[in-house]
């Protein structure tokens, strides 16, 4: 255990930090000016990997439907796009400007998506996807993987082949990665 002395004075501060780096739940300040208390808790050391609060920099947070609308905008154009340019990339009826710069706010939160300022233009920005449509699904799939189907890849390929409508051209497809990834051509 690892016990802290907090002067109130830096307590508002230091409540934030101890709220993300030692999982501590929300606390009261109500303490009386320049009060030192103590507070027991668990040192870094001993607060685990499985904490729901401990994430690794690499996990994402999945996406909504629409979150996956809008990164499938941003996806699909080789540049960067405001947020008019992605309203206008949808069909009729075309959601509202506020609608999409929301999502837009909480993928960036979620470490989806980053904004630059359009240049000669004072608030303008320029969206841009900070992962590829590829290392996204590639999580999700490994995530599915992992806590669904095992932690086991041929549990993962025999779900889709067994449960997918394949036709007989995408199954010889199939077939013929399979046979690169054993014999890669010299």
Not at 80 to 105: C, H, Q, W
Not at 148 to 174: A, H, M, R
């Amino acid at each position: 255990m690892l016990k802290l002395n907090i002067n109130v004075k830096k307590w508002g501060h230091l409540r934030i930090l101890l709220r993300k780096k030692f999982c501590f739940p929300a606390f009261s300040s109500n303490f009386a000016k320049n009060e030192t208390r103590s507070i027991m808790t668990k040192s870094p050391n001993e607060i685990s990997d499985t904490s729901p609060r401990a994430k690794t920099s690499k996990e994402l947070k999945p996406l909504t439907k629409a979150e996956a609308e809008v990164m499938n905008v941003l996806w699909n154009h080789a540049q960067g796009m405001t947020t008019n340019d992605i309203v206008e990339s949808y069909d009729t009826p075309k959601p509202a400007y506020s609608t999409i710069a929301t999502f837009l706010r909480i993928l960036e939160a979620k470490g989806f998506v980053e904004h630059k300022r359009e240049n000669g233009s004072g608030r303008t920005f320029i969206f841009s996807p900070m992962l590829t449509r590829e290392k996204y699904v590639t999580q999700v799939l490994n995530n599915v993987k992992d806590t669904v189907l095992g932690k086991s890849n041929k549990n993962l390929f025999s779900f889709f082949v067994q449960n997918e409508e394949l036709s007989d051209e995408e199954l010889q497809e199939i077939l013929e990665i399979i046979q690169n990834k054993i014999h890669p051509a010299l």
